[in-house]
């Protein structure tokens, strides 16, 4: 399977429902969640660039950080190596 057929697998299990959700990327792959208002996301393993629609400037996640999104806009996040990640 190429990489761009695992983005897009992963893209449409976040279409489906986020909640509970434990997700593995990639180095380099994308997750975008849009109207992310009242959802957690914690980094399990690896390392996460997240970037936040409303915000100027972007967050690394590392193992055992979470980030409370407060703002209804999109959210990207990149692995930045191998890496897992929950959204509640």
Do not use: Y
């Amino acid at each position: 399977m190429s990489s761009m057929s695992n983005l897009l697998s992963v893209l449409q299990i976040h279409g489906t429902g986020l909640a509970d959700r434990s997700l593995r990327l990639q180095p380099g792959e994308v997750v975008a969640i849009d109207h992310g208002k009242g959802r957690k996301i914690a980094c399990t393993s690896g390392v996460l660039w997240v970037t936040l629609e409303h915000e100027g400037d972007d967050i690394i996640l590392e193992p055992q950080q979470t980030l409370d999104i407060d703002e209804n806009g999109r959210v990207v996040i990149e692995a930045l190596g191998n890496s897992a990640f929950k959204v509640a």
